[in-house]
């Protein structure tokens, strides 16, 4: 079982960057699909998640973030746009059912002022 992050990096306020989170070893289909991200002093929090039917934000993204997921690739998608300096974190995937709950690595996202 295994969920792989990439895509993060360095871009200036304003820019754009899209992560992408790749599944191994479960029912992908069945799990609803959820970005999380944890600055440098704070609590991990939910970005956005989304399921077969309901797609939920933060009300910090709301209107910049995007998520989706590609079931026949086994994939979860954040597109960010307008990225501002509080966007700075570790982005994290996860997959969960009622009875699993799968974490992958995070993948480090800065944006400068």
């Known amino acids: 079982v295994q969920l792989q992050a990439y895509g993060g990096g360095l871009v200036q306020a304003g820019g754009s960057l899209r992560l992408s989170c790749v599944a191994s070893?479960?029912?992908?289909?069945?799990?609803?699909m959820t970005w999380y991200r944890q600055a440098p002093g704070k609590q991990r929090e939910l970005v956005a998640t989304?399921?077969?039917?309901?797609?939920i934000y933060a009300d910090s993204v709301k209107g910049r973030f995007t998520i989706s997921r590609d079931d026949a690739k086994n994939m979860v998608f954040l597109q960010m746009n307008s990225l501002k300096p509080e966007d700075t974190a570790v982005y994290y995937c996860?997959?969960?059912?009622?009875?699993?709950?799968?974490w992958g690595q995070g993948t480090q996202v800065t944006v400068s002022s």
């Open positions: 996860n997959a969960r059912t009622g009875m699993t709950n799968v």
């Open positions: 070893g479960i029912d992908f289909v069945s799990n609803a």
């Open positions: 989304i399921g077969s039917s309901v797609i």
